[in-house]
Nanobody, 124 residues
Framework: QVQLVESGGGLVQSGGSLRLSCAAS????????VGWFRQAPEKEREFVAR????????YYADSVKGRFTISRDNAKNTVYLQMNSLKPEDTAVYYC?????????????????WGQGTQVTVSS
């Protein structure tokens, strides 16, 4: 079992930055790939970014490529999502998720463990 807790959300103006954290506890976190997803009101949950268990491989949705950076510190059991140049359309609840294995992992059903989410609101 892996427990995930997101933090770092908040209210920011358009063009601003936030860094989200996903802290894990439980099983050896370094064995798990981690993804970030987001869900806006009345929309489906969508893929944002994914990082491999080692941190050596990352993958981004086109909508955030060049603005967001996913990274991890396995010594701290934490994955980060640095979000720059934020836009109002980035407003959503952001979730981190984890699973063992490799692959693109852009679909929510591919993940076994989820955090409770953190709200990000970008004002125009």
């Amino acid at each position: 079992q892996v427990q995930l807790v997101e933090s770092g959300g908040g209210l920011v103006q358009s063009g601003g930055s936030l860094r989200l954290s996903c802290a894990a506890s439980g099983r050896t976190f370094s064995n798990y790939a981690v993804g970030w997803f987001r869900q806006a009101p009345e929309k489906e949950r969508e893929f944002v970014a994914r990082i491999s268990w080692s941190g050596g491989s990352t993958y981004y949705a086109d909508s955030v490529k060049g603005r967001f950076t996913i990274s991890r510190d396995n010594a701290k059991n934490t994955v980060y999502l640095q979000m720059n140049s934020l836009k109002p359309e980035d407003t959503a609840v952001y979730y981190c998720a984890a699973r063992r294995g490799a692959g693109l992992m852009t679909v929510p059903t591919e993940y076994d463990y989820w955090g409770q989410g953190t709200q990000v609101t970008v004002s125009s």
